[in-house]
């Protein structure tokens, strides 16, 4: 064998090598985006605060039903729902990555007050419902849609449904919300616009790891095994269709997914909509840092909606 097939040689190996690892980052770091850690509330120090608990703690004395459907995709989806009598309006809470619907009940009180029937549901791979991972949005928002139609059937001819998400919850929201021209409204709290714009913000800050190849190849991972490219799993190619009023909301100083993202959105949407950067809070903590501001945006959205 020559020097130079040598080398040739050493070389092929050499890339083969480097490619191999590449893949096998991109799998891993795709199974680790759609594999999300599970939290507990107990995981938080926010949890120890009195009055967060006590939210919690009235959170179980409401008289709820629990309530399972099937996804369109054929797994069990888990909800639990708390009807009022004579309610005209259903809102859907949906919580955010990794936690379950424990963690939206801390907007129960900007609706409960209002007589209207609050549905709370476990996303696809969390809490109580089935899955066998996240899709960021991908199936997640005909689950939604599923639970939609399910809340309406216990509603009057009248009646009218909205929607209220957090983190992820608020991605998945606005892309069912797409999918619905019946949504009276949706809220938005701290949604991405883009997940491709996402994954290579957290591959930088968390990983230290440029965008190519490693976005790329964890795609074709997502691809090959959920049958999604990244890109399906966008609000921000979604918010042309939305024709229910939106009311965006975001921490000024969320540093996971920057209000920039909500911002976006809110200038793509056509038709009613409002805007609200909440002043010194970070991620998922609009609500936490000044409730009654929280609130009062709340509240002028949905006299803009027409709902009293």
């Known amino acids: 064998?020559?020097?130079?097939?040598?080398?040739?040689?050493?070389?092929?190996?050499?890339?083969?090598?480097?490619?191999?690892?590449?893949?096998?980052?991109?799998?891993?770091?795709?199974?680790?985006?759609?594999?999300?850690?599970?939290?507990?509330?107990?995981?938080?120090?926010?949890?120890?605060?009195?009055?967060?608990?006590?939210?919690?703690?009235?959170?179980?004395q409401f008289g709820q039903e629990e309530a399972t459907i099937l996804s369109p995709f054929g797994y069990p989806l888990h909800g639990l729902y708390l009807p009022m009598n004579g309610a005209q309006v259903t809102v859907i809470l949906c919580h955010g990555i990794g936690c379950d619907l424990t963690f939206a009940a801390r907007y129960l009180t900007l609706f409960r007050p209002r007589g209207w029937n609050v549905l709370l549901v476990d996303h696809r791979h969390h809490g109580q419902s089935g899955g066998r991972n996240t899709t960021f949005g991908?199936?997640?928002?005909?689950?939604?849609?599923?639970?939609?139609?399910?809340?309406?059937?216990?509603?009057?001819?009248e009646g009218k449904i909205g929607v209220h998400g957090e983190s992820l919850g608020a991605a998945v929201a606005l892309q069912y919300a797409a999918l619905d021209s019946r949504l009276a409204f949706c809220?938005?709290?701290?949604?991405?616009?883009?997940?491709?714009?996402?994954?290579?913000?957290?591959?930088?800050?968390?990983?230290?790891?440029?965008?190519?190849?490693?976005?790329?190849?964890?795609?074709?991972?997502?691809?090959?095994?959920?049958?999604?490219?990244?890109?399906?799993?966008?609000?921000?190619?979604?918010?042309?269709?939305?024709?229910?009023?939106v009311l965006f909301i975001h921490g000024r100083e969320d540093d996971f997914i920057p209000p920039a993202h909500s911002v976006q959105l809110f200038s793509a949407k056509q038709g009613a909509k409002r805007l609200y950067l909440a002043p010194g809070a970070g991620h998922a903590q609009s609500f936490w840092k000044d409730e009654a501001a929280y609130r009062a945006q709340v509240e002028a959205f949905l006299q803009e909606c027409g709902l009293q």
Not at 138 to 155: F, G, P
């Open 1 to 60: 064998m020559t020097r130079s097939d040598l080398l040739r040689r050493v070389l092929g190996h050499s890339l083969l090598g480097v490619a191999a690892g590449i893949a096998l980052a991109g799998a891993w770091l795709a199974y680790t985006a759609t594999h999300p850690r599970k939290f507990k509330p107990e995981d938080f120090a926010e949890s120890k605060d009195p009055a967060r608990r006590a939210l919690r703690e009235a959170f179980t």
């Open 138 to 157: 991908y199936y997640e928002k005909h689950d939604l849609l599923a639970w939609a139609d399910w809340a309406r059937t216990r509603l009057p001819p």
């Open 187 to 245: 809220i938005a709290d701290c949604s991405y616009a883009d997940l491709p714009a996402l994954f290579v913000l957290r591959l930088r800050r968390d990983y230290n790891l440029p965008a190519f190849p490693f976005y790329f190849v964890a795609s074709l991972e997502s691809r090959l095994v959920l049958g999604m490219w990244f890109r399906q799993a966008s609000p921000l190619r979604s918010i042309g269709r939305v024709q229910a009023p």
